[in-house]
């Protein structure tokens, strides 16, 4: 069984000013996976409490998988990206690549998406869209292949080549 965290980067929502929806969908859609949700916090749009708060999910809490929701946008708060780069050691590319060219089936606006995904330990972090919808039809995307990525990165390689 896979361990979840959620991380909701809003200032809005740290401050109880707007509910946490895109949480609470992504929490509804990885119930699918053969995985439990350990963890949900939510945080300011403040780099160095977004970068700890991953740290903490992934080398405390044991996590395998972390999904973000917001700060993935081109306003000045939308640091997500940047604080993700400070804690993952190898870039996954393709998830964020993934997401972008299915979303920007849907809206032009996925080009200024800035979302990444990476590795830290045996962790896979994924920025997702602060919008529920969009937060959705990304992790929708990504989905299938998240089991197979997930138990390679735990060192079960018994199925690659196939």
């Known amino acids: ?3 979840i965290g959620i991380l909701t980067i809003s200032d809005r929502c740290s401050k ?6 895109s949480g609470e ?22 780099k160095e409490i977004i970068a700890q708060k991953l740290i903490e999910m992934v080398d405390v809490g044991g996590c395998h998988l972390v999904l973000t ?12 990206p940047e604080a993700t780069s400070m804690v ?14 299915a979303s920007l089936k849907i809206t ?7 979302a990444i ?17 969009g937060a959705t039809e990304c992790l ?7 089991p197979h990525g997930l138990s390679v990165l735990r060192g079960d390689v018994s199925d690659c080549g196939r």
């Open 140 to 146: 929708d995307v990504i989905m299938p292949a998240l």
């Open 1 to 3: 069984m896979f361990k």
């Open 88 to 101: 993952i050691e190898k870039d996954v590319p393709g998830l964020a690549e993934a997401m972008r060219l």
């Open 69 to 80: 929701t917001g700060g993935t946008g081109c306003s000045p708060r939308d640091i997500t």
């Open 25 to 46: 969908a992504i929490q509804g859609m990885v119930a699918g996976l053969n995985a439990e949700v350990i963890r949900y916090d939510i945080v300011p749009d403040e």
């Open 108 to 114: 032009p606006h996925a080009m200024l998406s800035r």
């Open 117 to 133: 995904a990476g590795i830290r330990k045996q962790c896979l972090i994924v920025n997702l869209p602060g919008s529920p919808k």
């Open 16 to 21: 109880g000013m707007r509910e946490d929806k």
